[in-house]
């Protein structure tokens, strides 16, 4: 099934190229044949999402942004896979055409700048391995090789451009060598120092985990590099040399997706699946089957050793829509970020998504705790109940939606009551008290923070609101935590005016107190529109600061203990990379800043649902 959709993309993106030219993004297109073929599907299938004003579907001009070969791609192997079903390749080609009409942006070739034979940058070293930094996933480097004084003058060292119409993932240090992802599936390590390219990984689907680095114990040890992807394959590659060393497919279900950072401990990789089923409901799919779950491979072999399913049971029909329709359910629970090891307790934990269907659930919108061993479940705390967000329901005429939530009942597959999707997208956060006590730190897209006591099954310790929460507000990627306070960013993306929506929020670990809270204050290089504030991005704490990029494409640094800013670097701009000539930054969102050895990483152009498309790693040091 996955080689004849692969097949069928390559066929969908040859024949973008055979429809004519595009048309300027900012003038009326004169559509050809072809392009108005795909403005009648785009209108009966896409439409009612994509042109609601405020909707967490990308707008038409956000959608014009990206190339032919992407927009194919989200329709047969992405989060459009659903509405394209039953498509012809031509008719996905007329679609992509139609939505992109401009012409492709040429990727950098992977042959470019490549290091010279005499560049080999080790392992040993200072290191941010993988998503949180540590396995408690604190967003913390203890040990960053500059100090708060020096961040004032951190200066730019070098950029890199990627491939696709915008960035993915995050950066993975390990000694003298940068991991990255990207849009397009390809993957490669650069050195750190210089941003040459020292090997190059096509994955053949779009990655945005970050990568883990096993390093290896003995002088006959394989250093590997693992990842997932959006096929839901994991990949485990020789880390000297990007050769593969297995890949393994975690997850059938059509939708199924790795999105957050695998997990190595112990000699097990630990491995979240998500899905992009919540983004189609509608006719002809029947919704929804999908369950999140975890899943232990050998790290060696990649052999699956457990599985475990956040929703216990599989779908079943519950209930009828007015049309006739048979509803599946329960569904969704995707686990969207990285696992949180409890290596003392034996435990790990993860954050869960909202529910897709109306069949009652009470594993999303949850924090879980299982067993590292066998997998079972150990306890589960559920924060929102009935939280069914579908977008593919958005089927009234004309639809009544507001900040990407709609009425409900809807016609077709929509369950009874919609949203308000507020996931817990961004992974946990461990930390021991200095009187060992034990907080797990969680941040939902509602904007509540809380504090749970992962040893008495989760019991709420404290909660404090931080922002205003919403479909793209409150927490979305990540929180940081230094050892007595947690850095809290807040979106709030369509929840308020672009001027006030979203921030940053420091909290007292041990109470829940909240000791500052910096509002956000856009100014885009781009101009005004798409310009917001919010602050989306994953964020990162080092002794005495803590680094927030926002939408607007600005990445800050604040003082720790009272908020004031010592450091600002506008990423929105245009820069001369070392592999591909002046390409453009953008917004900050998804991965967050990464730092180690006296280097700071941060990817710039994150602009899926807001903001803008960029392609570009920014690397950052000390002075000149």
């Not at 020292?198 to 945005?208: H, V």
């Not at 990379?577 to 917004?587: D, Y």
Request: aromatic letters at 8%.
């Amino acid at each position: 099934m996955i080689k004849r959709a692969r097949a069928a993309l390559l066929a969908a993106m040859a024949l973008t190229v055979t429809f004519g030219p595009h048309a300027r993004a900012d003038a009326p297109p004169s559509l050809s044949p072809v392009q108005q073929a795909g403005a009648r599907i785009f209108q009966e299938r896409c439409a009612s999402c994509h042109d609601q004003p405020g909707n967490k579907a990308p707008s038409r001009a956000v959608l014009s942004q990206i190339s032919v070969e992407d927009v194919a791609k989200a329709l047969i192997l992405g989060p459009m896979a659903a509405q394209a079903q039953g498509l012809t390749i031509q008719q996905v080609g007329a679609v992509a055409t139609y939505v992109s009409h401009k012409a492709t942006r040429p990727d950098p070739s992977p042959t470019a700048n490549m290091c010279a034979p005499s560049v080999k940058p080790g392992l040993a070293g200072p290191s941010w391995n993988g998503w949180g930094n540590d396995q408690a996933n604190t967003r913390f480097q203890p040990t960053p090789g500059f100090s708060a004084a020096d961040v004032g003058r951190l200066t730019l060292k070098w950029a890199f451009s990627y491939p696709g119409q915008m960035v993915y993932g995050q950066p993975t240090i390990v000694g003298g060598r940068l991991f990255v992802t990207s849009l397009t599936g390809r993957v490669q390590a650069l050195d750190a120092a210089t941003g040459c390219t020292l090997w190059t990984y096509e994955s053949g689907a779009p990655s945005r985990t970050a990568i883990t680095v096993a390093t290896g114990a003995g002088a006959n040890a394989t250093p590997i590099a693992y990842f997932g992807g959006e096929d839901a394959v994991v990949h485990a590659v020789n880390a000297d040399t990007g050769v593969m060393v297995w890949k393994a497919k975690v997850d059938t279900h059509r939708a199924a997706r790795v999105t957050g950072a695998p997990v190595l401990h112990g000699g097990r990789l630990y491995v979240p699946v998500a899905s992009s089923e919540e983004f189609g409901a509608s006719a002809p799919y029947q919704c929804c089957t999908f369950r999140g779950s975890v899943v232990a491979l050998d790290a060696a072999t990649g052999h699956q050793i457990w599985k475990t399913y956040t929703i216990p049971q599989p779908a079943r029909p519950y209930a009828r829509a007015k049309d006739g329709t048979t509803l599946l359910g329960p569904a969704g629970a995707s686990i969207w970020s990285a696992p949180t090891i409890d290596a003392p307790r034996g435990r790990l934990y993860v954050g869960t998504s909202n529910s897709y269907s109306g069949a009652p659930t009470n594993s999303s919108d949850a924090i879980m705790a299982f067993s590292l061993k066998d997998g079972s479940l150990l306890w589960s705390s559920q924060f929102s109940t009935d939280d069914n967000f579908v977008m593919g329901c958005y089927v009234q005429k004309p639809p009544v939606c507001k900040f990407g939530i709609c009425n409900g009942p809807g016609e077709g597959e929509c369950p009874d009551k919609v949203g308000p999707d507020h996931d817990f997208g961004a992974s946990p956060i461990l930390r021991v008290l200095p009187n060992g006590h034990r907080v797990l730190l969680a941040g939902q897209k509602s904007a509540f923070i809380y504090g749970l006591d992962p040893d008495h099954d989760g019991k709420l310790l404290w909660k404090l609101k931080a922002g205003i929460g919403g479909p793209a507000g409150g927490v979305e990627w990540g929180m940081a935590a230094d050892p007595q306070t947690l850095f809290a960013p807040s979106s709030d993306i369509y929840m308020g005016p672009p001027d006030a929506a979203g921030g940053l929020t420091a909290i007292d670990i041990a109470t829940g107190k909240s000791i500052w809270h910096v509002p956000a204050h856009p100014t885009c290089a781009w101009g005004p529109e798409n310009c917001w504030g919010g602050v989306s991005q994953a964020v990162t704490a080092m002794p005495g600061v803590v680094f927030a990029g926002a939408i607007d494409g600005h990445l800050r640094a604040y003082r720790a203990e009272d908020g004031k800013q010592v450091w600002d670097f506008d990423a929105g701009g245009t820069f001369k990379t070392v592999n591909q000539g002046e390409q453009s930054g953008g917004s900050l969102n998804l991965g967050g800043p990464t730092l180690a050895g006296g280097l700071l990483f941060v990817n710039a152009g994150y602009g899926r649902f807001v903001g803008q498309n960029g392609h570009v790693l920014l690397a950052f040091a000390v002075g000149r």
